[in-house]
């Protein structure tokens, strides 16, 4: 079935805005464990969710907008870039697990997750300037595992919940 244009990009949009708006509500209730950094990511589900079910390139283009508004308006220009760096890289892998078709969406999320911390472990190192910071990787890397396994279960139950509408 052939899904009209405008259809697409009014569902995008909505992606969008609920991957912005889960964004949103995680900047005001921020996880507060001990650890610095930690975030839960639920607009990721959006993302593993539209990766799924409407395609690759669209699963990007949410993903995208949404770190660039998120970072535009709760955060500042280094927010932005260590976003951007954990995105790109967390997106390549994610693209690359579900093209394997050996992961679920808690695989592809727990993936996505910890290798988001590592590309922002990445850019932290090159902006300060030392390699000290890759320490706290393991911190970050059992923190991305414990929220992508969350996240990951959430976006499974979603997208067989979806699919199941569309039989």
């Known amino acids: ?5 405008a259809k697409k990009v009014a569902t995008l949009a909505l992606c969008v ?3 912005f708006t889960l964004s949103f509500l995680e900047s005001l209730l921020p996880l507060n464990i001990g650890v610095p950094g930690i975030k839960l990511g639920l ?8 990766m799924y079910l409407v395609g690759k390139k669209e699963a990007f283009f949410v993903s995208m907008v949404r770190i660039l508004l998120a970072g535009l308006l709760f955060s500042g220009a280094f927010s932005l ?28 999320s727990i993936l996505g997750a910890t290798v988001h911390n590592a590309g922002q472990i990445i850019v932290a190192m090159v902006v300060m300037e030392t390699y000290r910071i890759v320490y706290y990787l393991p911190v970050l890397m059992i923190s991305g595992l414990v929220t992508g396994a969350l996240v990951g279960l959430l976006s499974g139950i979603i997208v067989t919940r979806l699919k199941g509408m569309q039989k």
Request: glycine share 6%; net charge positive; aromatic share 6%.
């Open 43 to 50: 607009a990721n589900s959006v993302v593993v969710v539209v």
């Open 1 to 5: 079935m052939q899904v009209s244009k």
């Open 17 to 19: 805005a609920l991957a």
């Open 81 to 108: 870039l260590y976003s951007f760096a954990g995105g790109l890289l967390s997106f390549a892998v994610m693209l690359i697990a579900i093209k394997s078709e050996k992961l679920s969406p808690l695989g592809v």
